[in-house]
Nanobody
């Protein structure tokens, strides 16, 4: 079982940027996908981004974003470092939340690269405020 630890959160002004990291205790090379979620106080957890492994001769992974972050957030991964990143630009107060990463479990056809997710990390807090 892979353990995940997120980092990189903090306080940022509206319009600012942050890059979150999700470090895995083991190899993510064969993980079908990794996902980023966030949860704001009083709200349900929201899946916001995902990245799959590469398949066959394809050299680029599939990525996905929720409408709420599309065009502002970018997911990437460093397989050698067993780390997945989330670059967040043009942050707004509504992005304030605890951000967590997770590994893909069963395939379900979900909007988040088609997988359900499990083995959550403890999360990192992102606060966007002036």
């Amino acid at each position: 079982q892979v353990q995940l630890v997120e980092s990189g959160g903090g306080l940022v002004q509206p319009g600012g940027s942050l890059t979150l990291s999700c470090a895995a205790s083991g190899s993510i090379l064969n993980m079908n996908a990794m996902g980023w979620y966030r949860q704001a106080p009083g709200k349900e957890r929201e899946g916001i981004s995902c990245i799959t492994k590469t398949y066959g001769d394809k050299h680029e992974a599939n990525v996905g974003y929720s409408d709420s972050v599309k065009g502002r957030f970018t997911i990437s991964r460093d397989r050698a470092a067993n780390t997945v990143y989330l670059q967040m630009n043009n942050l707004q107060p509504e992005d304030t939340a605890t951000y967590s990463c997770a590994t893909a479990g069963a395939y379900s056809g979900s909007d988040l690269c088609g997988y359900e997710y499990e083995d959550w990390g403890p999360g990192t807090q992102v606060t966007v405020s002036s």
